[in-house]
Structure formats: C-alpha cells, structure tokens
T-cell receptor
Framework: KAGVTQTPRYLIKTRGQQVTLSCSPI?????VSWYQQTPGQGLQFLFE???????NKGNFPGRFSGRQFSNSRSEMNVSTLELGDSALYLC????????????FGPGTRLLVL | GESVGLHLPTLSVQEGDNSIINCAYS??????FIWYKQESGKGPQFIID?????DKRQGQRVTVLLNKTVKHLSLQIAATQPGDSAVYFC????????????FGKGTTLSVSS
C-alpha cells in the first residue's frame, strides 16, 4: 500500500506570494492532519480534516487554510507569505477521526525569500 | 501552556548498547502517546504507541514505558544500530481533541560503530 504522498517536495517563494501544498493520504484513510516543522518551534499542529470538514485547528493565523476533497486528498494554502513561514510542512493521515495512529508523508520544504 | 518535552536534546551511544530516550508530559488529560523517528530529509516514522491504560508495550527491539504518576514516557531501544541514528519525538493526544498531536522538541540519537 502506498504511503502518504506530498507535492511538491520543494518550493521557493517570495514574501507576499501565496502557496498551495497537496497531500494524498494512504488509501482508505479518511483523516488528514497538517503540521509545520521548524528548527525553533519543532512540530506544530495546523489543522485536521475528516469527511471534508475541518475538525480541529491549531494556533496559526488565518493566512493558513486548508480543505479536503471527497477522495480524502487535502490541500493547504498559505497566503501573503512571510519569511517565518519557511518550514517543512508535513501531512499525516489516519483511518478515522479518533486516536488511530497518524502516518506522515515526506513533507514539503518551503523556503520564503 | 501544556506541552510534551524531552529531557535531553542529544544522546550518543555505541553500537550494540541499549538506548533510553525520555519524555515528560504535563497534560494529565492526555491518554495516548506515540513515539516517532525522523531521519534527515524524511517525515516522522511511527515507531510505537501506548494508551494510558497500559504502562508498558513492546515492539521489535523497542519498548515504551509510561509512568502516569510522574507523567513520564520513555523509549528503550535494544542493541542500538547505526540505522537507529535519527531524531526521536514523543507526542501526546487528548481524547477530546481528536487526532491532534502535541509533539515534544525531539532527541537526536547518534550511534557510533
């Protein structure tokens, strides 16, 4: 069974631009969560989606948004990019909206110049 | 705020030794704990998990111990190998929060042969 896939793997943007990242969960998994990883703050939860609905949200500004499609694939968008948005963005999928194990993708490395 | 943390940022061991990575958590409501391994350039990889109704769980070469009295979690790796070199994260979940994970800062394990 294929794992979680994320595209693109690497991205370079400039301040003020916006970016969209994509995540395809493991087949059969219906829950997708997004995390931001930086050297200073570590892994921080952004939001989670289940059945196309955002179920939980972390402490990030409204510039960070996401959505989930009927096939469980998810996208996250960051608008008006800031230098501090440079990070590894990780997507994780799990079977359902409960306490099942989350499996992570390889991440998208975003660099904001 | 409530968070999960690790006692040591780095741990160096010799190949063949047993490694113990510690983690302290502060949220009494957390009832599910997970250990992840992250190698350079990759997303976190699930190692082992434990629920709060257990105090010990064993996997292949790994054991997780949970001490709810002192809010302490540890990961023991038997016969550590160079391939075990990575950053190890503990993470916690509250049942009420769904699948949102709160991660500790991570411990870098270096194994020398």
């Amino acid at each position: 069974k294929a794992g979680v896939t994320q595209t693109p793997r690497y991205l370079i943007k400039t301040r003020g631009q916006q970016v969209t990242l994509s995540c395809s969960p493991i087949s059969g998994h219906r829950s997708v969560s997004w995390y931001q990883q930086t050297p200073g703050q570590g892994l921080q939860f952004l939001f989670e989606y289940f059945s196309e609905t955002q179920r939980n949200k972390g402490n990030f500004p409204g510039r960070f948004s996401g959505r989930q499609f009927s096939n469980s694939r998810s996208e996250m968008n960051v608008s008006t990019l800031e230098l501090g948005d440079s990070a590894l963005y990780l997507c994780a999928s799990s079977l359902g909206f409960s306490r099942e194990t989350q499996y992570f993708g390889p991440g998208t490395r975003l660099l904001v110049l | 705020g409530e968070s999960v943390g690790l006692h040591l940022p780095t741990l160096s061991v010799q190949e063949g030794d047993n490694s113990i990575i510690n983690c302290a958590y502060s949220n009494s409501a957390s009832d599910y704990f997970i250990w992840y391994k992250q190698e350079s350039g990759k997303g976190p990889q699930f190692i082992i998990d434990i629920r709060s109704n257990m105090d010990k769980r064993q996997g292949q070469r790994v054991t997780v111990l949970l001490n709810k009295t002192v809010k302490h979690l540890s990961l023991q790796i038997a016969a550590t190998q160079p391939g075990d070199s990575a950053v190890y994260f503990c993470a916690e979940k509250e049942g009420q929060a769904g699948t949102a994970l709160i991660f500790g800062k991570g411990t870098t394990l270096s194994v020398s042969s």
